[in-house]
């Protein structure tokens, strides 16, 4: 055999094994049927991996998305995001069932903490907003308005032992009688 086959061969070695070094440490791709157009599992480098329907090579119908933090997001995905019903849970415990819009929570849904405490009501972009109910993990409950995650608006608190308070709210804090609500 002569000098140039040698060299050649030699070339295609080092080729094969810069590509087997390269794949052994970094990964992201579809690893299982068809994440184009139809049903599949994707995996990505960080250690996200993501089954269920693409349309367009994007995340799109039913599916799971589960991030190498130990966060699970089960529910339905649009363009990407998640966009529609799903629950999604984090590593910490809590826990929101609902509608999601653009990758938040949007519309109708509830979120649960791990000490108890519970929000049950509508979302606009990731906070609470709209008509809800909050209740505290012993057991007080405030039933009314939302703005921007805080009690604003119409609204009546209970305490745990009963007592009630009932009036407008402004950034969590109930207005005395009379006065102005903006």
Aim: charge should be positive.
């Amino acid at each position: 055999m002569n000098v140039k086959y040698y060299t050649l061969l030699s070339k295609i070695i080092l080729q094969i094994l810069i590509c087997l070094y390269a794949t052994a440490f970094v990964y992201a791709g579809c690893i299982e049927g068809n994440c184009t157009n139809g049903q599949g599992t994707k995996t990505w480098d960080n250690g996200d991996k993501y089954v269920g329907e693409f349309k367009d090579g994007k995340k799109n119908g039913r599916g799971t998305y589960t991030w190498a933090g130990g966060a699970k997001y089960i529910g339905q995905f649009k363009d990407g995001k998640m966009h529609g019903q799903g629950t999604k849970m984090l590593a910490d415990g809590r826990k929101y069932t609902g509608q999601f819009k653009d990758d938040k929570m949007h519309g109708q849904g509830t979120y649960t903490w791990t000490n108890g405490a519970q929000y049950i009501g509508q979302f606009k972009d990731g906070k609470k907003n709209g008509e809800g109910t909050y209740t505290w993990a012993d057991g007080a409950q405030y039933i009314g308005q939302f703005k921007d995650d805080k009690m604003h608006g119409q609204g009546t608190y209970m305490w745990a032992n009963g007592r009630q308070s009932a009036g407008q709210w402004k950034d969590d804090e109930m207005l005395p009688k009379g006065s102005e609500q903006k």
